[in-house]
């Protein structure tokens, strides 16, 4: 796709060139403010670090993510979308991948995302063999509220289309990005609620700040 520009904001399909930028977001605007990271206690910069920029690399060799910059701030990264294809044999693997993790936050974290994943079921649910997983959204809090994160995932959508994927799928934890999926047109097909996830102690894994109460599987068929 060609890129876009509104109001100064330009996004295109994210290069790796664009991965150093990207990453330094991840963890620091992303990392503090995304719902399980941020109440996880635990500073998630370096952990399962290969595997993170492995997985990355890879979704951007695809030509599924995209970044946007502030024209009127010297082309300052301004959000991004880490997003790629999914097959029905990637569910076993992202479980026994998860569950081989060192024991960490971000392990518990993709054990989560590998239970809701499977419960909801998607290539069975809407009879696909492959799907578009945006995996990652974030916007610099300096342009939250701005309709940017609607224009990210509205525009990897027309990506979806042009490379032939049925479907969207995005699993939100948070509940501002669930609901601004759902402005879109996005479907919740499955939830959890974190109160009812729980260790083997019955505490509950994740006690994210209110309003962010459960995460979501937000779908749309394209």
Known sequence: MASNTKDGITIRIMTEEDYKAVKSQMEGDFFSSEPLCQSSGECLVGQNEKKKNDSHLSMIAQGTCLVAFDENDGGRLVGFVLAGAQFPEDVEKHRIKAEAMEQNAWRRIAVL????????????RFGISKVLYSHFTSVDASMRGKGLGSRLADTLMDVGRSKGFPAMVAYCTSFYSARQKEALGMQCIHSLVYADYKDANGKPIFTPAVPHTMARVMAIKL
Do not use: Q
């Open 113 to 124: 995302l590998s239970k809701i994943e499977r419960e909801a079921n998607v290539f069975e």
